[in-house]
Nanobody, 115 residues
Framework: QVQLVESGGGLVQPGGSLRLSCAAS????????ANWYRQAPGKQRTLVAS???????HYDDSVKGRFTISVDLGKNAVDLQMNNLKPEDTAVYHC?????????WGQGAQVIVSS
């Protein structure tokens, strides 16, 4: 089993930046997809960004050009760089790694974008 712990959330003003990090307790060398999801209050969890083991990435239209996902196998971590944040980006952000036959989740990191 691999445990995931997110960090880097917080309160930021509109237009600001945050970098979320998802640290794995073990090797993620065998991952085939790493995802960041978010869930805003009263809404369903939605996929924000993905990176596959071939390096290809996918972003939700709402974050394209502002968010960047990166997988660091040396650090066993998955990061999400978020720039030009907007109030509608306010949510709890969850890291997800699919590896072997398992689906691993972190506990979530709160991001609040407000002036």
């Amino acid at each position: 089993q691999v445990q995931l712990v997110e960090s880097g959330g917080g309160l930021v003003q509109p237009g600001g930046s945050l970098r979320l990090s998802c640290a794995a307790s073990g090797s993620i060398d065998s991952f085939y997809v790493a995802n960041w999801y978010r869930q805003a209050p009263g809404k369903q969890r939605t996929l924000v960004a993905s990176q596959r083991d071939d390096g290809s990435t996918h972003y939700d239209d709402s974050v394209k050009g502002r968010f960047t996902i990166s997988v660091d196998l040396g650090k066993n971590a998955v990061d999400l760089q978020m720039n030009n944040l907007k109030p509608e980006d306010t949510a709890v952000y969850h890291c997800n790694i699919q590896m072997w036959q398992y689906n691993f989740w972190g506990q979530g990191a709160q991001v609040i974008v407000s002036s």
